[in-house]
């Protein structure tokens, strides 16, 4: 499945493929349209008892705006009111973006498994 990143809009928080971290880091989509991205400083920290020995601390974290960002964010979330994963219920969005502002924004079909989720089975054939 891979990493993503996380966005948040109006209150809830989504997951997406979309933007150009794609290391779990934090989105947001302000009350203006503008896309914002949590910047940090970071640290490696040598740790016997961690699982891998090591860990990046993130210190100094802040938002900036993603002025340099154009393009299209699908995000999406579980619906849980409609049965969620297990019911195949999601809440997706597109978003549009030049230069980090927001210039569309459409609700996708939710009633269906996620497009880039169906695109990786059709491509293996399994659909």
């Given at each position: 499945m891979g990493m993503f990143d996380w966005v948040e809009w109006e209150g809830h928080k989504y997951q997406t493929k979309d933007t150009?971290?794609?290391a779990c880091d934090e989105y947001?989509?302000?009350q203006l349209g503008r896309l914002m991205v949590?910047?940090?400083d970071a640290e490696l920290v040598r740790d016997p008892t961690h699982i891998f020995g090591v860990y990046l601390e993130q210190n100094n974290r802040r938002w900036r705006e993603c002025v340099e960002?154009?393009?299209k964010i699908r995000f999406y979330r579980e619906d849980k009111d409609r049965g969620g994963y297990e019911n195949s219920a999601w809440i997706e969005?597109?978003?549009e973006f030049k230069?980090?502002?927001?210039?569309?924004l459409k609700m996708l079909d939710g009633d269906r498994f996620l497009t880039?989720?169906?695109q990786g089975i059709e491509a293996k054939g399994l659909k």
């Open positions: 150009p971290n794609q947001a989509i302000d949590e910047e940090y960002f154009s393009g969005w597109e978003a230069l980090g502002q927001m210039i569309g880039w989720y169906e």
